[in-house]
T-cell receptor, first 111, second 114 residues
Framework: GESVGLHLPTLSVQEGDNSIINCAYS??????FIWYKQESGKGPQFIID?????DKRQGQRVTVLLNKTVKHLSLQIAATQPGDSAVYFC??????????FGKGTRLSVIA | DAGVIQSPRHEVTEMGQEVTLRCKPI?????LFWYRQTMMRGLELLIY????????DSGMPEDRFSAKMPNASFSTLKIQPSEPRDSAVYFC????????????FGEGSRLTVL
């Protein structure tokens, strides 16, 4: 589910299954990463963040994994629900610079 | 608690007209960001302010775009004259601190330039 080209990649998941959304980042100096969820017609909303001194962080039904070696970030959603259908963005930041957002992945939950 | 408030939510205008988008950040937040979202380019940072002072406007596409923050509770993004390629959703976001913490986004202003 990485963002390339002009079209958002789409991940379709059956309700109740786990979802894994991937993100590749390019800046090796990035030390802070966030996942945002954007529902149709709304602004992005914070889901979970992780600093570069960690490789895993868990929230409620969500887990973020960070692999700095290959500059890869993933968001795992457990027991995916219809309300999880949205576009998911990863964002990275290096030091005191603004967040840089990826292109996003659309998650479609099949009931 | 009120979040980031943007207005208008939707604006349709004709090419050449001036457009002004408004944003009220969350009280107490010292950083304010303007982003533009399109299908082609995703979320692009246009400009951001710290304590009402513009810090980086390198993302502003051209001189037709300008942004101001006259006080801690209000910012505007102005496009004059507008062009069809400016059609996008414009988001304002605020945060406490620039390198830590999350951005809180408004609901966006959808601009259509005919």
């Amino acid at each position: 589910g990485e963002s390339v080209g002009l079209h958002l990649p789409t991940l379709s998941v059956q309700e109740g299954d786990n979802s894994i959304i991937n993100c590749a980042y390019s800046n090796s100096a990035s030390d802070y990463f966030i996942w945002y969820k954007q529902e149709s017609g709304k602004g992005p909303q914070f889901i979970i963040d992780i600093r570069s001194n960690m490789d895993k962080r868990q929230g409620q039904r969500v887990t973020v994994l960070l692999n700095k070696t290959v500059k890869h970030l993933s968001l795992q959603i457990a027991a995916t629900q219809p309300g999880d259908s949205a576009v998911y963005f990863c964002a990275e930041r290096a030091g005191n610079t603004p967040l840089v957002f990826g292109k996003g992945t659309r998650l479609s939950v099949i009931a | 608690d009120a979040g980031v408030i943007q207005s208008p939510r939707h604006e349709v205008t004709e090419m050449g007209q001036e457009v002004t988008l408004r944003c009220k950040p969350i009280s107490g937040h010292d950083y304010l960001f303007w982003y533009r979202q399109t299908m082609m380019r995703g979320l692009e940072l246009l400009i951001y302010f710290n304590n009402n002072v513009p810090i980086d406007d390198s993302g502003m596409p051209e001189d037709r775009f300008s942004a101001k923050m006259p006080n801690a509770s209000f910012s505007t993004l102005k496009i004059q004259p507008s062009e069809p390629r400016d059609s996008a959703v414009y988001f304002c976001a605020s945060s406490i601190g620039g390198s830590t913490g999350e951005l809180f986004f408004g609901e966006g202003s959808r601009l259509t330039v005919l």
